[in-house]
Structures are given as C-alpha cells and as structure tokens.
C-alpha cells in the first residue's frame, strides 16, 4: 500500500468520522447554542412586541462582528483537534492497524479539522438562524431577519480579491500552524497552541526590528518596506509556504507517532 488509493482514503474519512462522532455533535450544539442565544438576545426575542424586518436586521447587526469573529476563531482552532483522539495507547494501535497509507489517515484526519469542522460551524450558524427567524414570527407578530446576509456582507464589501485572500489566509496559516501545534499538545491543545502561534509572533517581529535597528545604527543603509512587498508574486508564494509547510511538518510528525508511542520523543 505504497500508492494513493481513493477507495481507503473513503473508508477511512468514514471511519474518522464514526469514531469523532461526539466531538462534530458537540462542535454543533455548541456553536449552535451561542449563534441561537445571539439571535435571541440581539433581537429583543423576550420583549414580546411587534417588530418589522428592518428593525430587526438592525438589531441583529449591531453587534454581529462578535458572531463572526467566533466563526473565525473557530475554524483556526478546530486544526488543533487533529489528533485529539489519540490520546491513549489503544487508539494509537487501532490507528496503526488501520488497512491504509499514513498519508491517506493523515489526509483524512487533515480535511476533517481544515474543512469539515469549519462546515459543521456554518451549518450551526444555518440552523440556528432558520430557528431564529421562526422564533422571531412567533413573538414579533410576523417580523423576521435572517443573519446569512450579515455574514456575506464583509466579503462583499471587500474592494478586491486580495482583500479576500489576505483574510482566508490568514484564517490557512492559523490553521495550519493550530495543526502542527495539535501534534505535540496533549492536553488543551487549542490554548496552548494559541500561545505559542501568540510568542512565535513576538519572537519574528522582535528579531526583524531589531534586525532593522541594527541595519539603522550601525550602517548607511535605510530600512524600509516596499508598497508592492503584499501585492507581489512573492507575497503569494510567502503565503502558501506558510500555509504548506506547517501542514507537511505535522504529517512528518503524524508518520513518527504511529511508530514511537511518545509525542515528545519523536520530533
């Protein structure tokens, strides 16, 4: 089993997704409840008086950037999950035994927290916005609002498609650094990988000021970035690498856990 086989790398996103069951039913509830209780709140939904759709889109609006930042927070955070199932020496062995390639395994378990768990966190924003509107008929005599609008409204509002990539990349690269995280943290992987992503951070912008002060000091030269360093083919492809190589950091890793029953000694 050398080559990539369709047919296993199926049986085994199949397989994930039985034995992660209780972690997407809790992804759900749990993002659904918070969006249905924003709704609820932010929409007056205990005053029991009657309210048109403008007003109600206006109230929904007010503070929907908190909405929207959970979603954000969420999708960068589910990558840290990647192998949370893995914590006792029986699953290890299960996951070794498993009739397919470490790439097909690490591949499912990779597009589970990239794009499954980000999906499981919109179709909880659907439903509790559908059960919203239906509450709201109920108690504003007929008034209802829909949040979906509200979500698309930033994407639209962007003036080009940088804009676009500049966010969605930088929700890739939170990813896959929470990923790469996920495969060394046991415990409370999601927190402490936002520490360390939080201090990697101060680390690189302290060592390139100070790199920039010591150019100032002690040489002629002038320090300064160009116009077109983020409009360039290079920020592009700045951008992928970072994106690509946590990723493939965490399947070398991934490829190492199966073997040594240790997360610390492997790397």
């Keep these: 089993m050398r080559n990539f086989n369709i047919n296993r790398f199926c049986n085994v996103t199949k397989r994930l997704v039985v034995v992660r069951w209780r972690n997407i039913l809790n992804l759900f509830l749990g993002f659904g409840i918070f969006f249905l209780l924003y709704a609820l709140m932010a929409g007056r939904f205990f005053a029991w008086e009657p309210m048109d759709d403008a007003t109600l889109k206006l109230a929904l609006s007010g503070g929907f950037a908190m909405v929207i930042s959970a979603m954000g927070v969420g999708a960068v955070i589910s990558g840290s999950f990647i192998i949370s199932d893995l914590n006792d020496y029986q699953s290890r062995v299960n996951e070794l035994m498993l009739p397919a ?65 500049d966010t969605v990349g930088l929700i890739l690269v939170s990813n896959a650094f929470l990923v790469l995280c996920g495969m060394f943290y046991r415990k409370t992987a999601w927190l402490k990988g936002f520490l360390t992503m939080i201090a990697f951070c101060i680390l690189i912008v302290s060592c390139l ?59």
């Design 209 to 267: 000021a100070l790199y920039a002060y010591l150019i100032e000091k002690y040489t002629d030269y002038e320090v300064y970035i160009s116009e077109s360093f983020d409009t360039g083919v290079g920020a592009y492809l700045l951008d992928v690498l970072l994106i690509a190589l946590p990723y493939y950091l965490g399947y070398r890793i991934y490829c190492r856990l199966l073997v040594i029953n240790n997360r610390w000694r492997n790397v």
């Design 101 to 165: 390639t470490n790439l097909e395994k690490y591949l499912a378990r990779l597009l589970l927290v990239m794009i499954g768990f980000p999906l499981i966190i919109f179709c909880a924003f659907l439903v509790a916005d559908g059960l919203q509107q239906v509450l709201s008929m109920l108690v504003h005599h007929g008034g209802r609002a829909s949040m979906l609008p509200l979500l698309f409204a930033p994407v639209t509002e962007m003036s080009s498609l940088k804009s676009v990539w």
